[in-house]
């Protein structure tokens, strides 16, 4: 089975801090995803990446960035943290070419910005 | 907007009966998939329809599209304590490699 692994379940970062996400699959899909989802509002699109150090921005790109230096990896990176950034952040991927496959989602990071 | 909207928004079923919940969208779409979540987890991928299909099954799942209606539906027959979960569609479309998420239904199986 695709793994796609989240290395936190939660994370308490001040304000101000500079916060890195960190993701890893390992079934050397090309596409990886991130998502935030807050109740109400569902889950957003933030960053995603087709192939290594290519990205694209999301539906809510503001005050995030990414890095995929690795094609099993890709980060994300709130520069400044904010408490508006409080969330559940979750991170997918999917294979490359074909399009009718479905996302594999790792388990989510639960952040809380203070 | 591309996001998909779900109906009902919660369902409360005995054990043993079946669960309909609805998707509308009002843009074109290469596929329609559909995610489940438990409870602070990450989603789990269900079923994919393609547009061109009109009904798919997976074990107790079957999932329906009607693209001129631009709406899916998404059945559980016989469901189990064990289903309860927030379901969501999710809408894939090609041109941006973007699949974008319904609200969600929150499904409530009780024993």
């Known amino acids: 089975d695709v793994k796609v692994t989240q290395s936190s379940r939660y994370l308490v970062k001040r304000t101000g801090e500079k916060v890195f996400l960190e993701c890893v699959q390992d079934m050397d899909h090309e596409n990886m995803f991130w998502y935030r989802q807050d109740p109400g509002l569902g889950l957003r699109l933030i960053y995603f990446?087709?192939?290594?150090?290519?990205?694209e921005k999301g539906d809510i790109p503001e005050g995030y960035s990414v890095s995929r230096e690795k094609k099993e990896r890709f980060s994300l990176i709130l520069e400044s943290a904010s408490t508006n950034q409080t969330s559940m952040y979750l991170c997918?991927?999917?294979?490359?070419?074909?399009?009718?496959?479905?996302?594999?989602f790792g388990s989510g990071t639960r952040l809380t910005v203070v | 907007s591309q996001q998909g909207e779900e109906d009902p928004q919660a369902l409360s079923i005995q054990e043993g009966e079946n669960a309909t919940m609805n998707c509308s969208y009002k843009t074109s779409i290469n596929n329609l998939q559909w995610y489940r979540q438990n409870s602070g987890r990450g989603l789990v991928h269900l079923i994919l329809i393609r547009s061109n299909e009109r009904e798919k099954h997976s074990g107790r799942l079957r999932v329906t599209l009607d693209t001129s209606k631009k709406s899916s539906s998404l059945l559980i027959t016989a469901s189990r304590a064990a289903d309860t979960a927030s379901y969501f569609c999710a809408l894939f479309k090609a041109a941006g490699n973007k699949l974008t998420f319904g609200g969600g239904t929150r499904v409530l199986v009780k024993p």
């Open positions: 997918a991927s999917r294979g490359g070419i074909a399009l009718d496959y479905g996302y594999t």
């Open positions: 990446s087709y192939d290594v150090k290519m990205k």
